[in-house]
T-cell receptor, first 111, second 111 residues
Framework: GESVGLHLPTLSVQEGDSAVIKCTYS??????FPWYKQELGKRPQLIID?????GEKKDQRIAVTLNKTAKHFSLHITETQPEDSAVYFC??????????FGKGNQVVVIP | DTAVSQTPKYLVTQMGNDKSIKCEQN?????MYWYKQDSKKFLKIMFS???????INETVPNRFSPKSPDKAHLNLHINSLELGDSAVYFC??????????FGEGSWLTVV
């Protein structure tokens, strides 16, 4: 029968622990990899991005790492706080001027 | 001073009706988009315009017609609304090939 409801992968972490979400891409020519955060009822907003000429980028408690050989990039959130609870989307360019978004990962930080 | 603004924020309408969502950006970006986010949180691109010219038209029923009177505006008109059109529609803009800035979303419910 038909299933109803969200089918988002969900990552539950204790407050203060780290969360890591991995994203794979297929186009080896992709050179820009952003992560977006979407809080409940809000718009997706860019939180960090990385270009293909670097392997890691950090901004306070969040970081993104890129493995071009394996074609994946990951979002790392350290010392998680309740306000980190949200849906996180990775994206990668494909074709001409297109940015494809991944399925989204729900992160739940348990106080 | 909202960067990407769209109206209305909430829209409840009956099947078969025609409705429009308006979008404006004051960031001076050349590219504007319409994305659809369904109940499973998938973010799918529908259309992209660059300087008033349509450059991306994903597989969208032709009941959906975008219109860009100038590069700061991209409106979405939907004819003969169906139940499956219920979703959140996000307008967005970007400098070519870079960060996408989303509007606050328009919650469309077709009853």
């Amino acid at each position: 029968g038909e299933s109803v409801g969200l089918h988002l992968p969900t990552l539950s972490v204790q407050e203060g622990d780290s969360a890591v979400i991995k994203c794979t891409y297929s186009d080896s020519a992709s050179n820009y990899f952003p992560w977006y955060k979407q809080e409940l009822g809000k718009r997706p907003q860019l939180i960090i991005d990385i270009r293909s000429n670097v392997g890691e980028k950090k901004d306070q408690r969040i970081a993104v790492t890129l493995n071009k050989t394996a074609k994946h990039f990951s979002l790392h959130i350290t010392e998680t706080q309740p306000e980190d609870s949200a849906v996180y989307f990775c994206a990668a360019p494909y074709g001409n001027n297109r940015l494809a978004f991944g399925k989204g990962n729900q992160v739940v930080v348990i106080p | 001073d909202t960067a990407v603004s769209q109206t209305p924020k909430y829209l409840v309408t009956q099947m078969g009706n025609d409705k429009s969502i308006k979008c404006e950006q004051n960031l001076g970006h050349d590219t504007m988009y319409w994305y659809k986010q369904d109940s499973k949180k998938f973010l799918k691109i529908m259309f992209s315009y660059n300087n008033k010219e349509l450059i991306i038209n994903e597989t969208v029923p032709n009941r959906f017609s975008p219109k860009s009177p100038d590069k700061a505006h991209l409106n979405l008109h939907i004819n003969s609304l169906e139940l499956g059109d219920s979703a959140v529609y996000f307008c967005a803009s970007s400098p070519l090939g870079n960060t996408i800035y989303f509007g606050e979303g328009s919650w469309l419910t077709v009853v």
